[in-house]
């Protein structure tokens, strides 16, 4: 009997949801209503992914129901899947093209993909039908900021502060604006307004604050954030922005005085603690900094939020024991959420694990597509791995999830100048700027940028304003020492690297660059005095042996030079730069293999620095050991596929060893994609096409080559063969013959003299 009550009970779950179907088919509107209820009931739990089938049960219903695609559009941004949410949202436009919250939506998700014209005509669209819409307007205004056209988005917050005349956030908008245009008047009163609209306006305070600094009227900067204080005494971030003007002016008392009365105000606070602890990790005082999260932590005992700042703070100085013990405390505690699974990620990649790092963090990304830091440390693992495609990739999908994100644009500009494009840099520093005119950061990235592309001069008045912001800060002074130093103001750069120095006297960092900057000016002996001079006081400092090496080497004393970084080597058996650096010694001296041996040491602690390896492959291949070049230039492209240099040599070794000339075709064609520019790339990829017959194509590649190097008597012998191949013989004879006197490699020239006898 029990078990024909389990059969009714199954048979009735099968027979009931078809009754209910029979039963919505005679209805199809009432069906498609009900999906879209269920998935509407669903997106206000949280619960997108079922939503969404809901939605496209309605659509299975009705292909035509734009409510359903809109719906559907807001799930699958919900679950950050783009591309399904621009599809859904286009549909919805494309069947009802007055659907303006959709139309606003798609702008918005243009304006995240940074596809800014398309933002502006969907912003566009939405006025001439509702001329006075308040969002439109906004969109608009953002869109017409990433085109640049600071003028016509003036326009577009000016109608916003109108229409919302209460609203301070379009006049500090209208602000900064104003300060890209470097019209200082109307941005502080823009500020002003924005004071005056609403006092208790946090923000508004801080900017103004900002502002002056940002004009260096300091008293001014103080004025406005006792007054924010005043009107706002729980402000924590105007209390925090006064210490640190007074910090960086050296009034280490009265900064102390301001934090201490933010305590008094809001006593017992953990918010308070992580404040003030975020002030002291800013300025690296780590001490102090950890001393107020602790402090926090008896207001608020296994608060998650200060253990969470507590490991940023070991992760980011590299104190990988501590890291791993509160690591391992966090993941039990609290091992589903995204913070410490992220720390956890970032902590292999301080481990020296960024494989493991990277697949780690791959999972904790598909939990939680909608975490902006997930996929920024995802990034941050791929770049540590050598795949920067990978790492750009997900730097612009933090963005998606978080538009106008800072650290994600910090670092595109980042990876944009270690790539060598400036103009994409400064297209990301200059967006940060105007959103962060008073980050001394994001000023020298821009003043990279700029010196990187030749404008030393605009990038001094950058690196100016950023010493204004952070005038102890020994890097700003730094960067302004190269910059001097590029623009040839030698006393001037001399005076910043000493204040640097004075700043920081243990800024190895600073040496070197003092140190080459002596070197650049003939005054070698005066670098390896002011070197010799830290190494003896600092006898412990592993990279002050590094630097002193590296002056000897320049000195051709590979002895002394050899010493020193065997003597770096033994206080940190970790130092790569040591490793490398005694390669180059024995390089010089000839011994290839001891030179290789000491690679292999810095690629035992780095296995995927891939241009490392490639440099050993490359003496392997100079050596003619070609199944050692290979396996090196394998484990070059297994870290990065994308290095040309690694491309192009293993297509030379396909070349050579008559593999298949397809695969090394395809090889070479990438490395000419990836470095345009190089000779020897182009060679490489002319002389693939000149085994394959393609005489045609190889021709100008290797005129190409032969007019960048004249000197290169390869590239005139395989210019000369090729030529002789297409029937071009007197040209063919003057190449191989001029190659012949510039002393070709011996089978090389066997070859050209047999080429010049068939000739005749």
């Known amino acids: 009997m029990q078990d024909a009550k389990k059969q009714i009970t199954v048979a009735m779950a099968l027979i009931c949801p078809i009754l209910l179907l029979s039963c919505c088919a005679k209805d199809p509107q009432k069906a498609k209503a009900k999906y879209l209820a269920a998935g509407q009931s669903?997106?206000?739990?949280?619960?997108?992914?079922?939503?969404?089938?809901?939605?496209?049960?309605?659509?299975?219903?009705?292909?035509?129901?734009?409510?359903?695609?809109?719906?559907?559009?807001?799930?699958?941004?919900?679950?950050?899947?783009?591309?399904?949410?621009?599809?859904?949202?286009?549909?919805?436009?494309?069947?009802?093209?007055?659907?303006?919250?959709?139309?606003?939506?798609?702008?918005?998700?243009?304006?995240?993909?940074?596809?800014?014209?398309?933002?502006?005509?969907?912003?566009n669209d939405i006025l001439k039908q509702v001329?006075?819409?308040?969002?439109?307007?906004?969109?608009?205004?953002?869109?017409?900021?990433?085109?640049?056209?600071?003028?016509?988005?003036?326009?577009?917050?000016?109608?916003?502060?109108?229409?919302?005349?209460?609203?301070?956030?379009?006049?500090?908008?209208?602000?900064?604006?104003?300060?890209?245009?470097?019209?200082?008047?109307?941005?502080?009163?823009?500020?002003?307004?924005?004071?005056?609209?609403?006092?208790?306006?946090?923000?508004?305070?801080?900017?103004?604050?900002?502002?002056?600094?940002?004009?260096?009227?300091?008293?001014?900067?103080?004025?406005?954030?006792?007054?924010g204080v005043s009107k706002n005494p729980e402000g924590m971030t105007l209390y925090v922005d006064w210490a640190t003007i007074l910090a960086s002016q050296d009034k280490t008392a009265e900064a102390v005085a301001v934090l201490d009365a933010l305590r008094k105000a809001v006593p017992n606070s953990a918010d308070v603690a992580s404040a003030i602890g975020d002030f002291y990790f800013q300025r690296k005082e780590t001490d102090q900094a950890l001393a107020e999260y602790r402090r926090g932590l008896s207001a608020a005992p296994k608060?998650?939020?200060?253990?969470?700042?507590?490991?940023?703070?070991?992760?980011?100085?590299?104190?990988?024991?501590?890291?791993?013990d509160l690591d391992r405390e966090l993941m039990?505690?609290?091992?589903?959420?995204?913070?410490?699974?992220?720390?956890?990620?970032?902590?292999?990649?301080?481990?020296?694990?960024?494989?493991?790092?990277?697949?780690?963090?791959?999972?904790?990304?598909?939990?939680?597509?909608?975490?902006?830091?997930?996929?920024?440390?995802?990034?941050?693992?791929?770049?540590?791995?050598?795949?920067?495609?990978?790492?750009?990739?997900?730097?612009?999908?933090?963005?998606?999830?978080?538009?106008?994100?800072?650290?994600?644009?910090?670092?595109?500009?980042?990876?944009?100048?270690?790539?060598?494009?400036?103009?994409?840099?400064k297209i990301y520093a200059e967006e940060l700027i105007r959103s962060f005119p008073a980050d001394p950061a994001?000023?020298?990235?821009?003043?990279?940028?700029l010196a990187r592309e030749g404008q030393f001069q605009p990038a001094e008045e950058q690196i100016l304003i950023a010493r204004q912001f952070a005038p102890n800060d020994?890097?700003?002074?730094?960067?302004?020492?190269?910059?001097?130093?590029?623009?040839?103001?030698?006393?001037?750069?001399?005076?910043?690297?000493?204040?640097?120095?004075?700043?920081?006297?243990?800024?190895?960092?600073?040496?070197?660059?003092?140190?080459?900057?002596?070197t650049a000016r003939k005054q070698l002996p005066l670098a390896l005095a002011r070197v010799q001079q830290y190494v003896t006081a600092n006898p412990n400092d592993a990279n002050g042996h590094v630097i002193l090496g590296a002056l000897d080497f320049e000195s051709q004393n590979y002895n002394s030079a050899q010493g020193q970084f065997e003597q770096a080597i033994q206080l940190d058996p970790n130092q790569i730069q040591a490793y490398l650096r005694l390669g180059k010694v024995y390089e010089a001296q000839g011994q290839t293999d001891l030179a290789i041996a000491h690679y292999q040491k810095a690629l035992d602690l780095q296995p995927r620095l891939a241009p490392l390896a490639t440099m050993v492959g490359n003496l392997y291949l100079n050596k003619g050991d070609s199944v050692r070049a290979r396996k090196y230039f394998a484990q070059a492209l297994d870290a990065d596929p994308n290095l040309a240099v690694a491309n192009a040599n293993m297509a030379w070794l396909d070349v050579k060893e008559g593999r298949n000339l397809d695969v090394a075709l395809g090889m070479a064609q990438k490395a000419k994609s990836l470095m345009p520019e190089s000779p020897s790339?182009?060679?490489?990829?002319?002389?693939?096409?000149?085994?394959?017959?393609?005489?045609?194509?190889?021709?100008?590649?290797?005129?190409?080559?032969?007019?960048?190097?004249?000197?290169?008597?390869?590239?005139?012998?395989?210019?000369?063969?090729?030529?002789?191949?297409?029937?071009?013989?007197?040209?063919?004879?003057?190449?191989?013959?001029?190659?012949?006197?510039?002393?070709?490699?011996?089978?090389?020239?066997?070859?050209?003299?047999?080429?010049?006898?068939?000739?005749?």
Request: charged share 25%.
């Open 474 to 518: 020994p890097m700003i002074h730094l960067d302004l020492a190269q910059i001097y130093s590029a623009e040839r103001k030698w006393p001037e750069a001399q005076r910043e690297f000493d204040t640097a120095l004075e700043l920081d006297p243990h800024n190895t960092t600073v040496l070197g660059q003092l140190a080459d900057s002596l």
């Open 681 to 760: 790339i182009s060679d490489t990829l002319a002389w693939v096409m000149y085994k394959k017959g393609d005489y045609t194509g190889a021709t100008p590649l290797l005129q190409e080559c032969v007019h960048k190097s004249p000197d290169s008597a390869e590239f005139r012998y395989h210019l000369g063969m090729t030529l002789m191949a297409a029937g071009h013989k007197a040209e063919a004879k003057e190449q191989l013959q001029t190659a012949l006197r510039m002393k070709l490699e011996s089978s090389d020239a066997q070859q050209a003299q047999q080429a010049l006898a068939q000739a005749r």
């Open 332 to 425: 039990k505690d609290a091992p589903k959420d995204i913070t410490v699974r992220v720390n956890h990620g970032r902590l292999l990649m301080l481990q020296g694990n960024p494989h493991e790092a990277t697949m780690y963090l791959q999972k904790v990304v598909a939990d939680a597509a909608d975490s902006a830091p997930a996929r920024y440390y995802l990034a941050m693992a791929f770049w540590q791995n050598g795949e920067m495609s990978q790492a750009q990739s997900n730097l612009m999908d933090a963005l998606k999830v978080s538009p106008g994100s800072p650290i994600a644009l910090q670092e595109l500009a980042r990876l944009s100048l270690e790539q060598g494009n400036a103009p994409d840099a």
């Open 303 to 324: 608060n998650l939020g200060i253990e969470n700042r507590m490991q940023d703070l070991y992760l980011s100085t590299h104190q990988t024991q501590p890291a791993t």
């Open 131 to 227: 001329p006075n819409d308040v969002a439109a307007y906004q969109l608009l205004g953002a869109a017409l900021i990433g085109q640049q056209k600071p003028e016509l988005a003036l326009a577009a917050f000016a109608k916003v502060a109108q229409l919302r005349p209460n609203d301070p956030s379009a006049s500090v908008n209208m602000a900064l604006v104003e300060i890209s245009l470097r019209r200082y008047p109307e941005a502080e009163q823009h500020l002003k307004t924005a004071i005056s609209v609403d006092s208790s306006s946090i923000q508004a305070y801080a900017d103004l604050a900002n502002f002056y600094r940002l004009q260096n009227r300091v008293p001014d900067a103080l004025q406005v954030l006792r007054d």
């Open 442 to 449: 994001d000023r020298q990235l821009l003043a990279e940028a």
């Open 42 to 123: 669903y997106m206000k739990n949280g619960e997108y992914g079922d939503a969404a089938i809901e939605f496209r049960n309605a659509l299975r219903l009705d292909p035509r129901f734009v409510d359903a695609y809109y719906q559907l559009a807001r799930a699958d941004l919900a679950q950050n899947d783009w591309d399904a949410a621009y599809a859904s949202l286009e549909k919805a436009i494309d069947l009802d093209p007055t659907r303006l919250d959709a139309r606003l939506d798609l702008g918005r998700l243009y304006l995240a993909a940074r596809q800014f014209d398309r933002a502006e005509d969907e912003a």
